[in-house]
């Protein structure tokens, strides 16, 4: 419609302006790089709204130069809104039904195509294209409305463990995970303080955890032999873990220690997030153990 009824260019130059919006999608996509470890609630009222203003916008162009831009403003506006919602809906929903959530989000999705899908035309024959995309602009609005008290709320409740992603991103096995799975894998990690002498796993028992040093020390045995030290940026327990095996080795603290316990399934949702994060962790884990004989 924008391109035969508004612009008049031809039906040909539909292909053009959607990859306009393309464009503007990667384009905001990149920038929502820069959303991890930030609050949410203004940087998704915001996309909202800006986006639904340069919808509005596309029904008084009258050059495609104009046309174009505000397409790449309402798909980088798209994508800053996208990532920003699905970051704040993991900040606040516990992991065991996050899949849960996400399957109802894209459900949800699919019936706002099919909305719109029968709203876009009923707009066009009762009041015309332009009214069409001033029409479906007005949701944004209302939708922030009905939701921005909510959603300022939510991100305010919502921990952002700045600290514990700067302790996992320094380390070998993570360095490589995105910034959304690597604030979940940090905020479903808790702090476990551990006294010296203090065997933290067992050899034979079964592995539930992953452990990253923050502070002290500890010292790894088999059979009583000493296989290595570790330090404060190390950590241990991916073996038994990745391999469904009990524990290798003994591990115990050599000095007053404190860990970051992550459980199986956050440590191995992790390890599915990316492919290079999940080679890590197998080329640390056949290194350890070779070590160990």
Do not use: W
């Amino acid at each position: 419609m924008l391109a035969v009824r508004i612009l008049a260019i031809g039906p040909g130059a539909a292909g053009y302006l959607s990859a306009a919006f393309g464009a503007g999608a990667l384009v905001g996509g990149a920038a929502a790089v820069l959303l991890v470890g930030r609050r949410l609630a203004v940087p998704l009222v915001a996309a909202a709204l800006m986006g639904a203003a340069a919808l509005a916008a596309l029904a008084l162009v009258s050059t495609v130069l104009v046309a174009v831009i505000l397409l790449v403003i309402v798909g980088a506006t798209r994508s800053v809104q996208s990532v920003a919602a699905q970051t704040l809906l993991q900040r606040s929903t516990p992991l065991d039904v996050i899949v849960c959530a996400f399957a109802l989000i894209e459900s949800i999705r699919d019936l706002g195509l099919i909305f719109g899908a029968v709203v876009v035309p009923l707009l066009i024959g009762l009041a015309g294209v332009k009214a069409a995309f001033v029409g479906m602009a007005c949701f944004a609005p209302i939708a922030v409305l009905a939701a921005g008290r909510r959603i300022r709320r939510i991100d305010q409740e919502a921990s952002i463990p700045v600290v514990e992603m700067g302790v996992l991103r320094n380390m070998e096995i993570f360095s490589a995970l995105p910034g959304a799975s690597l604030e979940t894998l940090a905020r479903e990690a808790h702090y476990e303080n551990v006294c010296p002498g203090t065997a933290i796993v067992s050899e034979g028992d079964v592995g539930d955890s992953y452990y990253a040093i923050t502070h002290g020390s500890v010292l790894v045995t088999q059979d009583e032999r000493e296989i290595r030290r570790l330090d404060s940026g190390e950590g241990f327990g991916e073996i038994a873990l990745l391999y469904a095996v009990t524990r290798t080795a003994t591990v115990a603290a050599t000095s007053r220690t404190t860990l970051l316990s992550i459980g199986r399934d956050a440590f191995l949702t992790a390890m599915r997030a990316h492919p290079s994060v999940s080679a890590a962790a197998e080329t640390i884990a056949r290194e350890r153990l070779e070590e160990a004989g």
